[in-house]
């Protein structure tokens, strides 16, 4: 059994910054990669950036030089830095993690995290 969470999510001003964190938990062997993507009310769920085991990284046009993904492998745990945030960057912001389970590495399989709001606005 696995679970992710993530969490950071709130209220910030046109200009603010905010870190999600994205953590896994149970029974892993390895977490091949972490990313994040984004649902704004009425809109469909859009990639935002991802994260791979070698520390690659890649972002949404939409977030680049301004949001940041970063990854502590030792806790399983993603980070999204999102600086100079902007009403559009409004929505809920939802993990996903792509795990090789403990008890069958040969396999990999795709867990989605809750969700976190974030809001921008003055």
Known sequence: QVH????????????????????ASGSIFSVDGMAWYRQASGKEREFVAQIIGSGATIS?????????ISRDNAKNTAYLQMNSLKPEDTAV?????????????????????????????S
Not at 4 to 12: C, E, F, I, K
Not at 94 to 107: D, G, K, L, Q
């Open 4 to 23: 992710l969470v993530d969490s950071g999510g709130g209220l910030v001003q046109p200009g603010g910054s905010l870190r999600l964190s994205c953590a």
């Open 60 to 68: 949404a046009d939409s977030v680049l030089g301004r949001f940041t």
């Open 93 to 121: 912001y939802y993990c996903n993690a792509v795990i090789r389970m403990a008890t069958n590495p040969s396999f990999v399989y795709s867990y989605w995290g809750q969700g976190t709001q974030v809001t921008v606005s």
